[in-house]
């Protein structure tokens, strides 16, 4: 809990000293702590925000800084621009996590506060991290406070505004919107870390190649304190093992978590049902029946069965056969309801329509790569035509600024761009060629043309 500022005299000092007190470090702190950028030209991206003629900088240089709300996605700088914002203002610096402090904690504070400005006439900055952990109700208590002056509220919060606080107090406050961070800043950030002796891992007596970072920050999706966290992890193993240098193999080694799964006593349990899935795929249906039949017959568990064929009907049939998904699930279901040995017929009818309905792993392709760019490259965020703007401050920003409803257009295809335009013009799915998907082939493509058409050159 939080002293008051009458009895805590290193609380009375400049608004400098004040947060650097709230934010010390020491050689123990995390990588990210001790890297914290402490003046504007050291932060690294929020360009519209701190550049020389961003909102905030201007807003500090005269000091003049209003009540904030810093809304952005995790490891984005709120909490760093908040103390920049404390060390260079005149006012006193109370630093506050809505996770674990109370409403009647932040209270107390703000009446010191107006003690506080009565009798020196300095204002507190009452910085708020997760500031929509408070209800609406808990946080009207900020209201008269802010009207008056006693404090400069900053909040922070990874949710959208509009929806998590209430309308009065996001009336007194600038919304100022924070971007992840871009793959480059990224690796300009741990670069700085890699080179800094004195804070950083300058003398690890590790190196790290140019890719290997750039690796670190796809995984690290735009969060700074991720990136440089998952950075001091890496280079702490290997000056552990004895290694001098990280390439981008070995970095990637060392972040993945892969989940193996192993059964040594379950050979001929995966065998079968290896011959099943691999006669199904192979379309020969008395090979299939056939792999059923001894599966059944050796007492395997027949759901067990319809959850691989429930599988099957998306992995390998797809949008080829759209009916084999719901011929899959309809034999789950009779066989819940019959049981055995009943319900193994509704098992065998399955099985017969999978072998017999053409293949198509387009299905599974598309989700596997678009898996992949998921988990390889940044969390691009959707374009502003197509987000949801349910209020003004959403609208005021941008969002669904372009939008155009299909449906009143002559053709039903608005040529919006829905991707993010670093994937613009990615093709996650192909389809096969077969079945079905011959004519949902030539859908696509001509959705694609309308689209070009709409869009103009």
Same mark, same amino acid.
């Given at each position: 809990?939080?002293?008051?500022?009458?009895?805590?005299?290193?609380?009375?000092?400049?608004?400098?000293?004040?947060?650097?007190?709230?934010?010390?470090?020491?050689?123990?702190?995390?990588?990210?702590?001790?890297?914290?950028?402490?003046?504007?030209?050291? %932060? @690294?991206?929020?360009?519209?925000? #701190? =550049?020389?003629?961003?909102? *905030?900088?201007?807003?500090?240089? $005269? &000091?003049?800084?209003?009540?904030?709300?810093?809304?952005?996605?995790?490891?984005?700088?709120?909490?760093?621009?908040?103390?920049?914002?404390?060390?260079?203002?005149?006012?006193?610096?109370?630093?506050?996590?809505?996770?674990?402090?109370?409403?009647?904690?932040?209270?107390?504070?703000?009446?010191?506060?107006?003690?506080?400005?009565?009798?020196?006439?300095?204002?507190?900055?009452?910085?708020?991290?997760?500031?929509?952990?408070?209800?609406?109700?808990?946080?009207?208590?900020?209201?008269?406070?802010?009207?008056?002056?006693?404090?400069?509220?900053?909040?922070?919060?990874?949710?959208?505004?509009?929806?998590?606080?209430?309308?009065?107090?996001?009336?007194?406050?600038?919304? %100022? @919107?924070?971007?992840?961070?871009? #793959? =480059?800043?990224?690796?300009? *950030?741990?670069?700085?870390?890699? $080179? &800094?002796?004195?804070?950083?891992?300058?003398?690890?007596?590790?190196?790290?190649?140019?890719?290997?970072?750039?690796?670190?920050?796809?995984?690290?999706?735009?969060?700074?304190?991720?990136?440089?966290?998952?950075?001091?992890?890496?280079?702490?193993?290997?000056?552990?093992?004895?290694?001098?240098?990280?390439?981008?193999?070995?970095?990637?080694?060392?972040?993945?978590?892969?989940?193996?799964?192993?059964?040594?006593?379950?050979?001929?349990?995966?065998?079968?049902?290896?011959?099943?899935?691999?006669?199904?795929?192979?379309?020969?249906?008395?090979?299939?029946?056939?792999?059923?039949?001894?599966?059944?017959?050796?007492?395997?568990?027949?759901?067990?069965?319809?959850?691989?064929? @429930?599988?099957?009907?998306?992995?390998?049939?797809?949008?080829?056969?759209?009916?084999?998904?719901?011929?899959?699930?309809?034999?789950?279901?009779?066989?819940?309801?019959?049981?055995?040995?009943?319900?193994?017929?509704?098992?065998?009818?399955?099985?017969?329509?999978?072998?017999?309905?053409?293949?198509?792993?387009?299905?599974?392709?598309?989700?596997?790569?678009?898996?992949?760019?998921?988990?390889?490259?940044?969390?691009?965020?959707?374009?502003?035509?197509?987000?949801?703007?349910?209020?003004?401050?959403?609208?005021?920003?941008?969002?669904?600024?372009?939008?155009?409803?299909?449906?009143?257009?002559?053709?039903?295809?608005?040529?919006?761009?829905?991707?993010?335009?670093?994937?613009?013009?990615?093709?996650?799915?192909?389809?096969?060629?077969?079945?079905?998907?011959?004519?949902?082939?030539?859908?696509?493509?001509?959705?694609?043309?309308?689209?070009?058409?709409?869009?103009?050159?």
């Amino acid at each position: 809990m939080a002293g008051s500022l009458f009895d805590d005299q290193t609380e009375l000092g400049t608004g400098a000293s004040d947060a650097v007190a709230a934010d010390r470090v020491t050689d123990d702190s995390p990588l990210a702590d001790r890297m914290r950028p402490r003046t504007l030209d050291e %932060v @690294v991206g929020q360009a519209d925000v #701190v =550049g020389p003629d961003g909102f *905030l900088r201007r807003a500090i240089e $005269a &000091d003049r800084v209003p009540s904030l709300i810093f809304w952005g996605p995790p490891g984005a700088g709120k909490t760093t621009l908040a103390r920049i914002v404390a060390l260079r203002t005149a006012a006193s610096f109370q630093p506050f996590s809505a996770v674990v402090s109370g409403i009647k904690e932040v209270k107390r504070v703000m009446d010191d506060a107006a003690r506080l400005r009565r009798a020196q006439g300095r204002r507190t900055l009452l910085f708020v991290d997760e500031i929509h952990r408070f209800n609406r109700a808990q946080q009207d208590a900020f209201l008269p406070y802010v009207e008056r002056g006693d404090i400069v509220l900053v909040g922070a919060t990874t949710e959208n505004p509009s929806f998590e606080l209430n309308a009065a107090l996001l009336s007194r406050c600038r919304v %100022v @919107v924070l971007a992840e961070l871009a #793959v =480059g800043e990224l690796v300009d *950030l741990m670069q700085r870390a890699l $080179a &800094d002796s004195e804070h950083g891992l300058g003398s690890s007596g590790v190196s790290v190649s140019d890719e290997a970072l750039e690796a670190l920050a796809q995984f690290a999706s735009g969060d700074a304190r991720r990136a440089l966290n998952l950075l001091e992890l890496a280079v702490e193993d290997a000056r552990t093992d004895g290694r001098s240098e990280l390439d981008a193999e070995e970095l990637t080694r060392l972040v993945q978590t892969k989940v193996l799964r192993y059964d040594k006593s379950g050979d001929e349990h995966f065998n079968l049902i290896s011959a099943l899935h691999k006669s199904l795929r192979e379309s020969d249906p008395d090979a299939a029946i056939y792999w059923l039949a001894r599966m059944l017959a050796a007492g395997e568990d027949p759901l067990y069965v319809a959850r691989r064929m @429930v599988r099957f009907a998306s992995e390998d049939v797809g949008l080829a056969d759209p009916q084999a998904l719901p011929q899959t699930l309809a034999a789950w279901d009779a066989f819940h309801r019959l049981g055995s040995p009943e319900g193994e017929l509704a098992l065998a009818q399955a099985v017969l329509y999978l072998a017999l309905a053409p293949k198509s792993n387009a299905v599974y392709k598309a989700y596997g790569a678009a898996r992949r760019t998921v988990e390889e490259r940044p969390a691009e965020p959707p374009p502003m035509a197509i987000r949801n703007a349910p209020t003004r401050l959403m609208k005021d920003l941008g969002y669904g600024k372009g939008y155009v409803y299909a449906h009143d257009t002559e053709e039903g295809v608005g040529g919006i761009d829905c991707l993010p335009e670093a994937l613009r013009g990615e093709s996650f799915y192909r389809p096969a060629g077969r079945g079905f998907e011959v004519e949902l082939a030539e859908r696509l493509e001509r959705f694609r043309e309308l689209r070009r058409d709409q869009q103009g050159p």
